[in-house]
């Protein structure tokens, strides 16, 4: 099947900083691709949707200037957390499906962000 | 999305089957019932997708009865490696189109 990866799988950063997740779509290109983040515990929630070439659109309460998402190629999407806070803290997943019409959604590994 | 319930949590031993029931009352026409399976930090995998009546695959059965309300995910003789949340979907295109997760069924498998 596709594959999907994440880097980094885990990061640590201090609190004000920024920190950039890469999803790339290996053996596939993806035209859009979603972000999602899930707090322990809990289920996944969408936070965005990446469009190559265009600006993403992001969910309800997800702020833009803070999560910042570029889809610059049709293998890649990236997000950039900025000023990074305790509570941005999480397990970040991206996804995307392989072909048209497409049954399957893959996903990344995930990365953790641990925010100190 | 069409809105999905799910036990929250179901508890087995190594060799049984599992079933995994989900009601999904307002399902489209079009929409199609999909599984996913998670395990701790790691990101969802597909594990089956179906229509109507019944379909199967190496890993998993997903029985749908005639109305569609509901569908029922099947797993064969489970083994500790099967704990994990399992997530019912129900959409059309749900490949190509931003998920919405419900709460899952988390399950545990004993020895």
């Known amino acids: 099947g596709a594959v999907v990866s994440q880097h980094p799988s885990w990061v640590i950063c201090k609190s004000g900083t920024s920190v950039k997740i890469e999803c790339r779509s290996l053996d596939f290109q993806a035209t859009t691709m979603f972000w999602y983040r899930q707090f322990p515990k809990q289920s996944l929630m969408l936070m965005a949707t990446s469009n190559e070439g265009s600006k993403a659109t992001y969910e309800q309460g997800v702020e833009k200037d803070k999560f910042l998402i570029n889809h610059a190629s049709l293998t890649l999407s990236t997000l950039t957390v900025t000023s990074a806070h305790p509570e941005d803290s999480s397990f970040y997943i991206c996804?995307?499906?392989?072909?048209?019409?497409?049954?399957?959604?893959?996903f990344g590994p995930g990365t953790r962000l641990t925010v100190t | 999305l069409a809105k999905t319930t799910q036990p929250i949590s179901m508890d087995s031993y190594e060799g049984q089957e599992v079933n995994i029931t989900c009601s999904h009352n307002n399902i489209a026409t079009n929409d199609y019932i999909t599984w996913y399976q998670q395990f701790p930090s790691q990101g969802p995998r597909f594990i089956i997708q179906?229509?109507?009546t019944k379909v199967t695959n190496e890993v998993a059965s997903l029985f749908i009865p005639a109305d569609r309300k509901s569908s029922t995910l099947s797993l064969p003789r489970v083994s500790l490696s099967d704990t994990a949340v399992y997530y019912c979907l129900v959409g059309l295109d749900t490949g190509r189109r931003a998920l919405t997760f419900g709460s899952g069924t988390r399950l545990q498998v004993q020895p």
């Open positions: 179906g229509y109507k």
């Open positions: 996804s995307a499906g392989a072909k048209s019409p497409s049954y399957e959604q893959y």
